[in-house]
Structures are given as structure tokens and as C-alpha cells.
């Protein structure tokens, strides 16, 4: 994540819109795959039917000649009860195979910078300033969800009113971020100290003084 700052040069809103793409590609081939292999399955899972339904007329057929030269005009083929015995196909459900920063199987991390972390880390450490439970957060931060500034609910998209709000995960995830490489990378015309400051503040960091010194 690191080459959105200082590389590409995203400003957080673009860098959200950048991930979510990512994720929805990565979800779409996975999904393709998943599309294949069940069609793959489904052809197997007819072709077995077919060779058990033919091993059991076979069978069948067996008897009834059996019995027919035994004692004449009882000779029959249970062909529905061949069809319907143990033909089931067996669904899967794909709702795990998939990406999703709230289901906890997405980290963001810099491999440079040997940084990383998950929705419910950021969850945690805004559990107590906004009063919103970490369970609840975990579903929030991520997705097209908003503080609202006054109130410090969370809105939908659709209870926006036409308010110009940023996504809860750029407000309060990525632009706490950008604000750190700003302040250690000598951005934002040598204010970095104020904006490192804010951002301690925000995530709880106990850091001793001249270790911000340092980082400043």
C-alpha cells in the first residue's frame, strides 16, 4: 500500500476506489474459477449417475430374465427406483471463497515498510471514541458506510441526503496513513509534526516525546 502514497501519488479517496476494484477482480476470477469447477463437477457428478443407472438396469435386467425363466410372466425393471436412488446433486455454497475486508480474509500491509493490518484492528482502536462496539464496526469500516460528523452515526449510502461524506474507511483509515507517510517522508510543506501529532492522538499511540521527534 505504500506505493499509493508515495508512488502513484493517490490522495486516500482514490486509493479506496483503487482497492475496491482490486478486490472485485480478484472476486471475479475467483469467481470464474469457482464457475468451472462447478461445471466441471456437475458433468462428473451426471456422468456417475448415468454409469450407476446403467450398473443397476444391468442388475435388473439380470433378475428379471432370472426370474422369468424361473416362473413366467413376473419379469419387471424397477427403472424409477434406479433413477431416483441416491441421484442428489450436492450443492456448494461459494459465500466463503470470496475476498472481503469485513470477513476478516483481507490484511493491507506494506511489505517495505513492515506494516500491516485488518478492519479489526482499526475497529478496536475506534471502539471507545465513537462508542460503536468492535463487532458492529468490523461490518462498517469497510463498504459504502459514513460518519456522520454531527451525530457520530453511521449512515448508508442512501441516508446521505445528498452530504458530501467520505467512505468510514477513508476517514478514518487511510487518511490517518497518508498523514503518517506525509509527516515521515517530509510532505505537505514541513508540517508533518502537527499532522504526526493529530494522528497519535486519533490511534491511541503512546509514544515518548523524542520518539516523535525522531519520526518528525
Not at 478514518?172 to 494522528?199: M, N, P, R
Amino acid at each position: 500500500m505504500d506505493r499509493l502514497v508515495t508512488e502513484l501519488k493517490m490522495t486516500p479517496g482514490e486509493a479506496y476506489i483503487h482497492l475496491s476494484k482490486l478486490l472485485e477482480q480478484v472476486n471475479a476470477v475467483l469467481g470464474g474459477f469457482f464457475q468451472g469447477e462447478r461445471m466441471e463437477e456437475d458433468l462428473n457428478w451426471r456422468e456417475r449417475v448415468e454409469a450407476r443407472i446403467a450398473a443397476s438396469t444391468a442388475r435388473e435386467q439380470e433378475r428379471a430374465n432370472k426370474l422369468a425363466s424361473e416362473v413366467p410372466d413376473t419379469a419387471s425393471v424397477d427403472t424409477e427406483g434406479m433413477a431416483s436412488a441416491n441421484t442428489d446433486f450436492e450443492e456448494k455454497d461459494d459465500e466463503d471463497l470470496y475476498f472481503a475486508p469485513e470477513k476478516h480474509n483481507v490484511i493491507f500491509a506494506s511489505a517495505i515498510d513492515g506494516w500491516a493490518f485488518t478492519v479489526r484492528q482499526f475497529a478496536s482502536l475506534y471502539e471507545k471514541k465513537l462508542g460503536i462496539k468492535r463487532t458492529a464496526m468490523e461490518k462498517v469500516l469497510w463498504g459504502d458506510f459514513y460518519l456522520d460528523p454531527k451525530t457520530k452515526k453511521v449512515l448508508a449510502q442512501k441516508h446521505l441526503k445528498g452530504r458530501n461524506l467520505k467512505p468510514m474507511f477513508v476517514q478514518l483509515v487511510l487518511e490517518q496513513i497518508w498523514a503518517v507517510y506525509q509527516a515521515t517522508t517530509g510532505g505537505d510543506k514541513g508540517k508533518g509534526f502537527v499532522d504526526l501529532s493529530h494522528v497519535i492522538l486519533i490511534l491511541v499511540i503512546n509514544l515518548e516525546t523524542t520518539r516523535v521527534l525522531t519520526l518528525t
